[in-house]
């Protein structure tokens, strides 16, 4: 059964409705971009005056932590300094080898779990156990399991990834009408042409959404993977910096970290958007 003959199935051109003529994002009107450089620079001042007078609220003391002008030239220094690319290639090689390695397995997880009840009573109850293993508990266990310390680390960014696209294509596979899938084989598809042409399209939006989450919590536990490495990445260098009491550098790193999670959440959800023009990528938020 081919593509054109589900998509002018009256069923599934009912439950698209208006998200199809949203096919592409809009750029933020000047005065969204404006507030959101407004908030981002109330941010950076509250930073500013809490660390230039030490403000000290009892359970929250800011007497150690850098002023941005500090934190700014230890990143100029950080920009000059040679082992900055090795640090963020070495990065850049765990977190994208974890988040491909969870993209790929969270998906046909969460496909196989949407779809067969026997996969979702075999296969969730063990992974919903290991779900709320924190990053840093798995460190021993991947010294163990792995040779390499390249591959602990990418499996320590593997797991943060895993566990949001899994459960995000679980949750955009039930959410799928049962009626475009009786429409699909009303039509004469088969199962695998129902998986290829009505569950995915249908559950892109959540994957994405699962992916770009994932990409992030990926980031978020580099500093735990790279407690296990060896002298390269930047949450070695956020953590190296904290035993050395840089806490300049600790602000840098974290700021570092920060920055390329957001980047590359956003490159995510721009491919995701670019992938799917059949759901409401266009919409404002």
Request: hydrophobic share 55%; charged share 10%; aromatic share 8%.
């Amino acid at each position: 059964m081919s593509a054109s003959a589900i998509e002018t199935a009256p069923a599934l051109r009912t439950a698209r409705g208006p998200a199809a003529r949203a096919s592409r994002p809009r750029t933020l009107p000047l005065r969204r971009l404006a507030l959101r450089g407004l908030a981002l620079a109330l941010s950076l001042a509250a930073w500013h005056l809490a660390a230039t007078y030490r403000l000290d609220l009892g359970v929250l003391t800011f007497r150690n932590v850098p002023t941005p002008t500090a934190a700014a030239q230890a990143a100029w220094a950080l920009l000059h300094a040679p082992a900055l690319p090795t640090h963020l290639a070495a990065s850049l090689a765990r977190v994208l080898s974890g988040f491909l390695a969870a993209l790929g397995v969270g998906v046909v997880l969460g496909l196989a779990i949407g779809r067969s009840k026997r996969a979702h009573d075999l296969l969730l109850p063990p992974l919903e156990v290991l779900r709320p293993i924190p990053a840093v508990a798995w460190i021993p266990l991947a010294i163990l399991m792995f040779p390499s310390s390249e591959v602990s680390m990418a499996f320590i960014t593997f797991t943060g990834a895993l566990f949001p696209i899994l459960l995000n294509t679980v949750h955009g596979v039930e959410s799928v009408h049962p009626r475009l899938v009786a429409a699909a084989r009303s039509l004469g598809a088969g199962d695998a042409a129902i998986l290829r042409e009505v569950i995915l399209p249908g559950a892109a939006p959540s994957i994405v959404t699962g992916a770009a989450i994932g990409m992030g919590t990926a980031w978020f536990c580099l500093i735990t993977a790279e407690m296990i490495s060896g002298q390269y990445g930047i949450g070695y260098f956020t953590w190296e910096s904290y035993t050395l009491q840089n806490y300049d550098d600790i602000v840098v790193g974290m700021l570092l970290i920060g920055l390329l999670g957001m980047g590359s959440s956003l490159v995510v959800r721009w491919l995701g958007a670019w992938a799917t023009p059949w759901v409401g990528a266009g919409v404002q938020r």
